[in-house]
């Protein structure tokens, strides 16, 4: 006797399962919203779910606000649709109607809020559809690819991942005149991927249990670390030195891109060094728990935060303090 093939959800199913499983105003509206409601709609999901996003925006100059906010919405919605519900047929269906509004905000059809308020931000800061769509395919990858060969591989995930977003705050600040473009998205690309590493590392356990596994296999290989020694949750003497020598590597990928805060205006510089500083405590955060990132996740807390937030500010009146000056570069794994 044979069992009839089960049939296959409709695309219009598979769309109402997801939306379901996320916030009812992530759903594209019959109507879409005007400028402004659109962008308080964007400043409230910004403020609202990233606290270091949102004291980055302090410093930033008003005018400026409402850009970053546009493109934070559209990455934060992004990543959601991808990883909130919890189905890769689901989540590949969203992210492809998601792509679709792109194409449709591109061509002055924007509905949904986040797109009423990113078309105002691509006009006025002139910026390509390409980091947009980017990050779209690091998300879809993340529903078929769980496991990476190499470190090139993991740099490869995170040129899509996390490089478009570093370019796209280029963009919005203005720092991509013909004479700064190339050398600023290649030093922006290190310091993205430097702060997706610090992430991976902070998040291994995380990650697993979602069967991803960003650790280069290779690397596990050589170390002598397996799956199993991340499922059964104890942070071996072989994990510890694996994690050591990845927060290395990401560590030398901040250093390597510092130099970008001594290239863009003071407002921007403030953000940028607020945001390494936040990355390398989070490597620093590993290392005091002598690499365990198994039984608990290495957090930075609310004092180090403002301490991170206030020598950045420092460094906008100070610039001799800036993580990118002279000094900063000596040894970024030790000061903060």
């Known amino acids: 006797m044979t069992t009839a093939a089960q049939p296959q959800p409709t695309l219009d199913a598979l769309l109402a399962r997801g939306w379901a499983a996320l916030p009812a ?3 594209i509206p019959e109507v879409a919203p005007t400028l402004d409601q659109a962008r308080a709609w964007c400043r409230q999901l910004a403020e609202s779910h990233y606290e270091n996003f949102h004291v980055a925006t302090w410093f930033l ?3 400026l606000r ?6 934070y ?3 934060r919605v992004s990543d959601d649709l991808g990883d909130e519900v919890g189905d890769p047929s689901v989540a590949l269906a969203l992210l492809d109607l998601w792509g679709r509004e792109l194409d449709a905000c591109y061509e002055g059809r924007a509905r949904h809020p986040v797109f009423v308020a990113l078309a105002e931000t691509i006009r006025a800061c002139n910026i390509p559809k390409e980091p947009f769509a980017d990050l779209l395919v690091a998300f879809r990858q993340d529903q078929t690819v769980t496991r990476y060969a190499t470190m090139d591989e993991v740099l490869g995930y995170c040129r899509y991942s996390a490089n478009p977003v570093g370019r796209l705050v280029l963009y919005a600040c203005g720092e991509v005149s013909p004479d700064k473009i190339e050398e600023n998205f290649r030093l922006s690309d290190l310091t993205c991927s430097a702060l ?6 902070q998040d291994v356990r995380v990650d697993f249990a979602k ?3 960003y650790l280069p296999q290779d690397d596990m290989r050589r170390f002598g670390v397996t799956d199993e020694t991340i499922a059964l949750g104890v942070p071996t003497p072989e994990f510890r030195a694996l994690l050591r020598h990845e927060v290395d590597y990401a560590r030398s990928l901040f250093e390597r891109g510092l130099p970008l805060i001594g290239r863009v205006n003071r407002d921007l510089a403030l ?3 607020l945001f390494s500083r936040g990355g390398l405590e989070i490597l620093r955060a590993i290392e005091r728990r002598d690499y365990d990132v198994l039984s608990a996740r290495p957090a930075i807390t609310k004092g180090a935060k403002l301490t991170l937030a206030l020598r950045a500010l420092a460094g ?4 001799f303090m800036r993580l990118g000056s002279r000094s900063g570069l000596k040894s970024p794994g030790k000061t903060p």
Do not use: E, M, T
């Open 25 to 27: 105003g992530y759903r």
């Open 61 to 63: 100059p008003k005018p």
């Open 66 to 71: 409402p850009h970053f906010h546009s493109i």
């Open 73 to 75: 919405a559209y990455c």
């Open 196 to 201: 997706q590493l610090a992430n991976f590392w």
């Open 211 to 213: 069967d991803r596994v």
């Open 271 to 273: 953000d940028l060094d």
């Open 316 to 319: 906008k009146a100070l610039p």
